[in-house]
């Protein structure tokens, strides 16, 4: 199996082509005997004939085993330094996972470091902003010593407000934790550091589903969201404003049908969390226990405490930028990394009151607001 790690990372991290068209292909090559080794061996003639590949994606192929020695000596790398490499074809892959996210979503390869065991015990995932009132924080300690108590691992994405202090509750609760990277898994060295005795001693499963040296990006945190509530039987809602991360997870988890619990919010608060439990979601009070009869008497407009993306990293990240100069639609997309459209982008800037667009010649470009800049703001 070793041998074939390479071969698995070049098929999963085939740019241009969808998830869904590569799993599409490994089922097809096992349901002709081939193992993944045969499958990138194939004639082209065959990969035509067997596979239905179109050009492009022959192509495709062909660039990719050109890296097949790269990623042998990075599968030694890996392997060396205690990380675990598993396919989707693998018995020690995440049963959850494939039967939440099917063959449309599940990514064809993990990256872990810990007790990959616990991906098939029960869990569930705390979600929420991160930028949380106190109450949420709470409850999502509740939940996470309810849960620890119970023996269900508590699924993190690592990101600050709710997912942290899930991630601390259930250590301080000793239960078990999966952290989902934003990131490649060989760029987390500082988390190894921090909650090395709880990987050593098997509470701490480490999980990543992108390339083992990517580095942060919004992009990636933004494609980990699926990967959170695709690893948890159960989702829990501390707060959600009507945008974001949270809120786009939720309602894409109702029309699935998954089991998800709200949070009800008291009068004073302003968010979003009456609306998903009008949609479908199940009201739990601040210990997680079901509601019976609960009555929605007032429904209030949220304010934004997640941006319009799916993480208020996307915020930070363009201001970080913006204030150091200006910048092209063009320029943020590239530099951010956000697989975004240029329509869509300008869109998300308008509603940012701190962001100008400058009334220059084409390209637009967009900066800080200052005094002396203001004036010249086209929005």
Not at 8 to 33: Q, S, T
Not at 53 to 70: D, G, R, T, V
Not at 116 to 134: C, F, L, P, T, W
Not at 274 to 281: F, T, V
Request: aromatic share 10%.
């Amino acid at each position: 199996m070793k041998q074939e790690y390479a071969y698995w990372m070049a098929l999963a991290h085939l740019p241009k082509m969808r998830i869904a068209r590569k799993n599409e292909l490994i089922v097809r090559f096992f349901e002709e005997g081939q193992s993944i080794v045969d499958f990138f061996h194939c004639e082209k003639s065959k990969w035509q004939s067997l596979f239905s590949l179109n050009e492009n994606e022959i192509e495709l192929l062909i660039s990719a085993k050109s890296e097949l020695a790269n990623f042998s000596f990075l599968v030694e790398d890996l392997l060396e330094q205690g990380y675990e490499i598993i396919p989707i074809t693998s018995p020690d892959y995440s049963p959850v996972m494939k039967d939440n996210l099917k063959r449309a979503y599940s990514p064809p390869l993990i990256y872990t470091k810990g007790n990959k065991q616990i991906m098939k015990e029960d869990s569930i995932a705390i979600v929420g902003s991160r930028k949380a009132e106190d109450i949420s924080l709470e409850f999502a300690d509740n939940v996470a010593k309810k849960a620890s108590k119970e023996y269900k691992v508590i699924v993190s994405g690592f990101a600050k407000g709710v997912d942290k202090q899930a991630l601390d509750s259930a250590i301080k609760y000793r239960g078990q934790s999966i952290i989902v990277l934003p990131q490649g898994i060989t760029t987390f060295k500082s988390g190894f550091k921090k909650y090395y005795k709880q990987i050593i001693e098997g509470d701490v499963l480490v999980l990543s589903t992108f390339h083992p040296k990517a580095p942060w990006s919004v992009q990636l945190a933004m494609g980990r969201n699926p990967i959170i509530y695709g690893l948890a039987k159960e989702i829990y809602v501390a707060e959600s404003s009507e945008k974001g991360g949270t809120w786009s997870g939720v309602v894409d988890g109702l029309r699935k049908g998954r089991s998800i619990f709200v949070r009800t919010p008291l009068s004073s608060e302003k968010n979003a969390n009456n609306l998903l439990i009008q949609k479908g979601a199940i009201p739990v009070d601040n210990q997680g226990n079901k509601i019976e009869n609960y009555s929605i008497s007032e429904i209030k407009e949220s304010v934004v405490n997640e941006p319009a993306s799916a993480f208020d990293d996307i915020d930070s990240e363009i201001i970080k930028l913006l204030s150091v100069g200006e910048f092209t639609l063009k320029e943020i997309i590239e530099r951010l990394k956000i697989d975004w459209t240029s329509r869509k982008l300008i869109n998300y800037l308008k509603q940012n009151q701190s962001i100008v667009v400058l009334d220059k010649k084409s390209p637009m470009k967009f900066t800080i607001k200052t005094k002396e800049n203001s004036q010249q703001s086209l929005f």
